[in-house]
């Protein structure tokens, strides 16, 4: 099965048509294929939309961390949850419905600092980097968060397209 992870920047708020067509290729050309989306407004919620559209509903999983996701278009998702370890002075990343734990962020020095902490709010990105085998990325030419993720894939070997916006 492949997994391509769609990302991009919070001030993109449409799927321009040469993405859209791409997706609706990718769907006839791989009928196993996964989508994975975050749950970040901006492009994130964009292919939301889209693919429910063009019928990528059951083909996508959103991923969530810590809340509760607005999922309109009724698509799947897989909510990941922190816990704070205080002897550990850790947090620990995992998934709810499993407990399977995917990470940790250590030197955390009390439970309010999880949520103020950098790693927390890129160890979504980094895990779903981590899972994809390509990626399809909307850039407005200025998210460092974004470029920092196209940035990680090329590291990791994996093909990123990314389309510069003009916004």
């Not at 859209?20 to 939309?49: C, Q, R, W």
């Not at 470029?147 to 994996?158: D, E, R, V, W």
């Amino acid at each position: 099965m492949a997994k391509v992870f769609l990302f991009g920047s919070a001030s993109v708020f449409g799927i321009p048509d040469v993405v859209t067509n791409e997706l609706e290729n990718l769907i006839k050309m791989y009928p196993d294929i996964e989508f994975l989306v975050g749950d970040k407004n901006g492009a994130e919620s964009a292919f939301h939309k889209t693919l429910s559209a063009i019928g990528g509903r059951y083909k996508t999983k959103v991923y969530t961390l810590d809340k509760i996701p607005v999922n309109k278009f009724e698509l799947d998702t897989v909510e990941l949850k922190s816990a704070y370890l205080p002897d550990e002075k850790k947090a620990v990343i995992y998934i709810k419905d499993t407990e399977d734990i995917l990470g940790e962020i250590e030197d955390i020095e009390k439970v309010e600092d999880v949520v103020y902490d950098r790693r927390y709010y890129e160890f979504l990105d980094r895990h779903l980097i981590g899972v994809c085998d390509i990626a399809i990325c909307l850039w407005d030419g200025k998210s460092k968060g974004t470029f920092n993720n196209i940035q990680l894939l090329n590291i990791k070997g994996k093909k990123c397209y990314t389309y510069k916006l003009d916004i």
